[in-house]
């Protein structure tokens, strides 16, 4: 299969007087991993994934990943002082002067009030709602696995890589993470809803940086109207 980065996509990322935040929302599940990695290289922006982040502290043994994890086992979030100040140590760094993608940011009222007071009119945002009906949501994610080393999603059914639980990119192992197993994927999706919806309207309030992507679709389509939407913004 040709890669989405390899398609021909006859737009290309608007040039920027302001640095650019691209921020994918949406439930677990809808594809924002998936389409962040071809997103980042096409815009030529880092991706920012809160979730990695944090699984990098955990995997390091540091205090934050000792903290983040057993809130992250039981499928809560992680207090919001934690993640704000891991998200804002991370765009800092030189290479978001131009911008970043995030994923998994904000995902509560408060993270996106927060990122709203950082960004004040300095920055340019484009805020990105996955829609995808939450009774595929569990089949999409039971049926996850990403390769160790380079972070590349696959799905055992609908996305499977060639030679079995080995990524056709490095050659490195897959792994199922394990929040994605169906208890903890449920009480993610409660927490979602109680927790992460309201940062959906809190962007689709604000004029001119919102748009909807119906994300139930092919992948290449999705990603090509991903793309679509942020360079019409
Ligand atoms: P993800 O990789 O985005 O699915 O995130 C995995 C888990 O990391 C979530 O279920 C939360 O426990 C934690 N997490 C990631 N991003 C955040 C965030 N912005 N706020 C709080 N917890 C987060």
Known sequence: MTSLIDQEIN?????????????????PGAGKGTHAGPLSQKLGLPHISTGDLLREHIHGQTELGRLAKSCMDGGNLVPDDLVLTMLFDRIERSDCAKGYILDGFPRTKPQ????????????????????VPDKLLIERIIGRITCKDCARPYHLHFDPPKLAGICDACNRPLFQRSDDQEDVVRRRLEVYHS????????????????????A??????????????????
Do not use: C, W
């Not at 996106?112 to 829609?131: H, N, R």
């Not at 092919?218 to 939407?229: G, M, P, S, Y």
């Open 11 to 27: 737009i290309s990322a608007p040039v920027q007087a302001k640095p650019l935040a691209v921020i994918l929302l949406g439930p």
């Open 195 to 214: 927790q992460t919806q309201p940062v959906i309207d809190h962007f689709a309030s604000k004029e001119g940086v919102f748009k909807e992507v119906l």
């Open 112 to 131: 996106a009030e927060a990122l709203d007071s950082y960004f004040g009119t300095k920055v340019q945002v484009a805020a990105l709602y996955f829609s």
């Open 216 to 233: 139930m679709g092919n992948k290449e389509a999705v990603f090509q109207d991903t793309v679509r939407l942020i360079t019409t913004l």
